[in-house]
């Protein structure tokens, strides 16, 4: 039975834990994990090799993003998701939503900016090309709240509620681009909100709640939606293979509430990022003006003394 709309004729078992997470990769999303990953390791090695160094916390973080990618897309979870709506839905979310928000949190623009030699006078290398980017009309459009947020709702309502879906589903090309914009789509909402590498857009702490705040209402409104529908919305689950076992509206029930459910969890790492973001902040800003004081002697100080001794004096 052809399952997936890219030529695989195959019924898979039904679903466990175990037959998901066997390999299965996507040569795309395979080739891309690992060129993220050297890149980025070559970015630390060339940091350390020349005595600067890199915080462990942020490679973790970078790491464990590029890898819950490939588990979504190298390993079965990948087949399944093809015709079961609640494996897709569990790709979705971790690609739109969980990945994004580590990769950020890796800082990977900041190691590269480190990293990579800087071109001799009056040529352009890659360094200069990033710097460029980051400064660039474009990138201040994409990653404005007035854009990211109605893109990633777009990407909900837009997506699963028109033709749209199906008609990427049925190719190989379609499905890999789609998960790529989910992908990019997490990456331009969740960098100027919490990311650590420098951006065009980068408002006040409340600013950044407000806009994190602004968007995954959304998710629940979407999974609430799915779960409360009395027929398959969704033609591509519609006919799963009957070696499944599975209702494909009781999938699409589990679907939404997979997407309702998961609103919550990036929802609260994102603002733990955010907070301790801001308390670094505070506690810089602190330091920074201790150290003004102690180099002009207080200046600050001793102004507003004088200002009190002035109103002092003319009280009597």
Same mark, same amino acid.
């Given at each position: 039975?052809?399952?997936?709309?890219?030529?695989?004729?195959?019924?898979?078992?039904?679903?466990?834990?175990?037959?998901?997470?066997?390999?299965?990769?996507?040569?795309?999303?395979?080739?891309?994990?690992?060129?993220?990953?050297?890149?980025? /390791?070559?970015?630390?090695?060339?940091?350390?090799?020349?005595?600067?160094?890199?915080?462990?916390?942020?490679?973790?973080?970078?790491?464990?993003?590029?890898? @819950?990618?490939?588990?979504?897309?190298? @390993?079965? !979870?990948?087949?399944?998701?093809?015709?079961?709506?609640? *494996?897709?839905?569990?790709?979705?979310?971790?690609?739109?939503?969980?990945?994004?928000?580590?990769?950020?949190?890796?800082?990977? *623009?900041? !190691?590269?900016?480190?990293?990579? =030699?800087?071109?001799?006078?009056? &040529? %352009?290398?890659? &360094?200069?090309?990033?710097?460029?980017?980051?400064?660039?009309?474009?990138?201040?459009?994409?990653?404005?709240? $007035?854009?990211?947020?109605?893109?990633?709702?777009?990407?909900?309502?837009?997506?699963?509620?028109?033709?749209?879906?199906?008609?990427?589903?049925?190719?190989?090309?379609?499905?890999?681009?789609?998960? *790529?914009?989910?992908?990019?789509?997490?990456?331009?909402?969740?960098?100027?909100?919490?990311? *650590?590498?420098?951006?065009?857009?980068?408002?006040?702490?409340?600013?950044?709640?407000?806009?994190?705040?602004?968007?995954?209402?959304?998710?629940?409104?979407?999974?609430?939606?799915?779960?409360?529908?009395?027929?398959?919305?969704?033609?591509?689950?519609?006919? =799963?293979? $009957?070696?499944?076992?599975?209702?494909?509206?009781?999938?699409?029930?589990?679907?939404?509430?997979?997407?309702?459910?998961?609103?919550?969890?990036?929802?609260?790492?994102?603002?733990? /990022?955010?907070?301790?973001?801001?308390? &670094?902040?505070?506690?810089?800003?602190?330091? &920074? %003006?201790?150290?003004?004081?102690?180099?002009?002697?207080? %200046?600050?100080?001793?102004?507003?003394?004088?200002?009190?001794?002035?109103?002092?004096?003319?009280?009597?």
């Amino acid at each position: 039975m052809d399952h997936s709309g890219h030529g695989m004729t195959m019924d898979l078992p039904p679903f466990t834990l175990a037959r998901s997470l066997a390999w299965s990769a996507d040569p795309f999303f395979l080739v891309a994990c690992l060129l993220g990953l050297g890149l980025y /390791a070559w970015g630390v090695v060339r940091l350390r090799r020349r005595g600067d160094s890199w915080p462990v916390g942020r490679t973790a973080a970078f790491v464990t993003g590029v890898l @819950t990618v490939g588990l979504m897309m190298c @390993t079965r !979870l990948n087949d399944y998701g093809m015709v079961m709506f609640s *494996v897709h839905m569990v790709q979705h979310m971790v690609i739109s939503m969980l990945s994004p928000i580590l990769i950020l949190l890796g800082a990977p *623009v900041t !190691l590269a900016l480190r990293a990579l =030699p800087v071109a001799g006078r009056g &040529r %352009k290398g890659p &360094r200069e090309v990033l710097l460029a980017l980051l400064h660039s009309r474009y990138l201040r459009i994409v990653t404005h709240p $007035a854009f990211t947020i109605p893109m990633f709702i777009a990407s909900l309502y837009a997506l699963y509620f028109t033709p749209l879906f199906d008609f990427l589903m049925g190719s190989k090309a379609g499905h890999v681009g789609m998960m *790529v914009h989910f992908l990019a789509v997490g990456v331009v909402f969740f960098w100027p909100i919490m990311g *650590v590498d420098p951006g065009p857009n980068r408002p006040g702490y409340l600013m950044r709640m407000l806009e994190l705040f602004a968007g995954m209402p959304f998710h629940a409104f979407f999974g609430i939606a799915l779960m409360m529908a009395t027929t398959p919305m969704v033609g591509t689950f519609l006919h =799963p293979p $009957a070696s499944l076992g599975i209702d494909p509206l009781s999938d699409q029930n589990a679907a939404g509430g997979i997407a309702w459910a998961f609103s919550e969890i990036p929802s609260v790492l994102v603002l733990l /990022a955010l907070l301790f973001q801001w308390y &670094r902040s505070e506690q810089r800003q602190a330091r &920074r %003006k201790d150290r003004a004081a102690d180099r002009d002697g207080d %200046k600050e100080l001793e102004a507003y003394n004088a200002y009190l001794a002035s109103l002092n004096a003319r009280g009597n």
